[in-house]
């Protein structure tokens, strides 16, 4: 099975309306859509004069469509464009098991996926842990090459993984986060049951006083890892194991075939997600391309799915900089 390049399910379409429709509570063209969309995609309905004046909606079958509004997170962090929008849309809703995240480096997939992940883990308490793993094709075919221990290999090999978490984490240990806990104010409605500094123990039996630590004084990936809230896993350690309750992020999935693909999904557990995110314009693999690869063929097959979406970013949100290297080198 192949895909090309312009059967690539996006997982959204774009529809332009007068703006005075787009005020409607569920504008007229919904109506017309809901028959030729799939489940789980989204529609980015723009104003015709204006492209920054848009809202997205997600159809979820039987001619009913949600309106998608950024999230209230416990964290001052949020969606930069629509398709970061839709995207947080699906991480964070724990009925949909199967997430795929498309695009090249800097739309956000990695940064959106570990927020919404961490987000479910200390605040939501919905999973025990998240788990992370990348494909060690670009380091050759065993980490076992790289000098140091098995640990400082896995840290070099995981530094992209690194730089997105101290970037959420500077956001939520910043001063603002500190000062709304402190006076218990939080933008999130139901995230003040998770500070109290009471030891209480979770559905999943773990002690809550070092997440509220974490919390309220700020954390480190170490500190994540210490407490068994985040664990960074080789891939080839992951087969035949069955992964209950976890928040899964399965990074650059464009190196993978879709049999390496199918072994790890068929892996999760009872109560957990898996989030496959990657690039394929930029395949380290010599045996794959844009068509083959079981990034962009699962997000193919998966289509219609209930528990199932993707989003496809174009949108660079890195500095200009990096955009302009991305496009001229």
Same mark, same amino acid.
């Given at each position: 099975?192949?895909?090309?390049?312009?059967?690539?399910?996006?997982?959204?379409? @774009?529809?332009?309306? #007068?703006?005075?429709?787009?005020?409607?509570?569920?504008?007229?063209?919904?109506?017309?859509?809901?028959? %030729?969309?799939?489940?789980?995609?989204?529609?980015?309905?723009?104003?015709?004069?204006?492209?920054?004046?848009?809202?997205?909606? =997600?159809?979820?079958?039987?001619?009913?469509? %949600?309106?998608?509004?950024?999230?209230?997170?416990?964290?001052?962090?949020?969606?930069?464009?629509?398709?970061?929008? +839709?995207?947080?849309?699906?991480?964070?809703?724990? &009925?949909?098991?199967?997430?795929?995240?498309?695009?090249?480096?800097?739309?956000?997939?990695?940064?959106?996926?570990?927020?919404?992940?961490?987000?479910?883990?200390?605040?939501?308490?919905?999973? =025990?842990?998240?788990? @992370?793993?990348?494909?060690?094709? #670009?380091?050759?075919?065993? @980490?076992?090459?790289?000098?140091?221990?098995?640990? /400082?290999?896995?840290?070099?090999?995981?530094?992209?993984?690194?730089?997105?978490?101290?970037?959420?984490?500077?956001?939520?240990?910043?001063? =603002?986060?500190?000062?709304?806990?402190?006076?218990?104010?939080?933008?999130?409605?139901?995230?003040?049951?998770?500070?109290?500094?009471?030891?209480? &123990?979770?559905?999943?039996?773990?002690?809550?006083?070092?997440?509220?630590?974490?919390?309220? &004084?700020?954390?480190?990936?170490?500190?994540?890892?210490?407490?068994?809230?985040?664990?960074? /896993?080789?891939?080839?350690?992951? =087969?035949?194991?069955?992964?209950?309750?976890?928040?899964?992020?399965?990074? /650059?999935?464009?190196?993978?075939?879709?049999?390496?693909?199918?072994?790890? @999904?068929? $892996?999760?557990?009872?109560?957990?997600? +898996?989030?496959?995110?990657?690039?394929?314009?930029?395949?380290?693999?010599?045996?794959?391309?844009?068509?083959?690869?079981?990034?962009?063929?699962?997000?193919? $097959?998966?289509?219609?799915?209930?528990?199932?979406?993707?989003?496809?970013?174009?949108?660079?949100?890195?500095?200009?900089?990096?955009?302009?290297?991305?496009?001229?080198?």
């Amino acid at each position: 099975g192949r895909v090309a390049e312009y059967d690539l399910y996006k997982g959204w379409r @774009i529809e332009e309306i #007068p703006a005075n429709d787009l005020r409607k509570d569920q504008p007229t063209i919904l109506g017309d859509l809901a028959g %030729k969309m799939e489940l789980n995609e989204f529609v980015s309905l723009q104003s015709e004069n204006n492209d920054q004046n848009y809202r997205v909606f =997600r159809y979820l079958g039987n001619q009913k469509f %949600k309106t998608v509004l950024d999230p209230q997170l416990a964290w001052p962090l949020k969606a930069r464009n629509a398709q970061q929008l +839709m995207a947080l849309d699906l991480l964070l809703d724990d &009925r949909v098991q199967l997430v795929s995240l498309v695009g090249p480096a800097g739309t956000g997939k990695t940064f959106l996926a570990l927020l919404a992940g961490l987000h479910q883990i200390l605040i939501k308490d919905i999973y =025990r842990k998240m788990m @992370i793993s990348r494909p060690v094709i #670009p380091l050759g075919p065993d @980490i076992g090459y790289l000098p140091g221990t098995v640990q /400082e290999k896995l840290e070099s090999w995981m530094q992209p993984m690194y730089d997105n978490l101290s970037l959420i984490m500077h956001s939520v240990n910043g001063e =603002r986060y500190v000062r709304q806990v402190e006076h218990g104010v939080s933008k999130s409605s139901d995230s003040g049951n998770s500070h109290g500094t009471k030891r209480k &123990r979770n559905h999943h039996g773990q002690d809550r006083l070092d997440e509220h630590r974490m919390l309220t &004084r700020g954390f480190t990936m170490d500190d994540l890892v210490r407490s068994g809230k985040l664990s960074l /896993e080789a891939m080839t350690y992951m =087969r035949g194991r069955s992964i209950p309750f976890q928040y899964i992020l399965l990074d /650059e999935v464009q190196n993978l075939t879709v049999h390496e693909v199918k072994t790890l @999904i068929t $892996r999760v557990g009872e109560g957990s997600k +898996m989030v496959i995110a990657g690039d394929p314009y930029q395949i380290d693999s010599p045996y794959l391309d844009f068509s083959s690869n079981g990034l962009v063929i699962a997000g193919n $097959r998966f289509k219609g799915q209930g528990i199932f979406g993707t989003v496809f970013l174009e949108h660079t949100e890195r500095s200009e900089l990096s955009s302009l290297a991305a496009q001229l080198l």
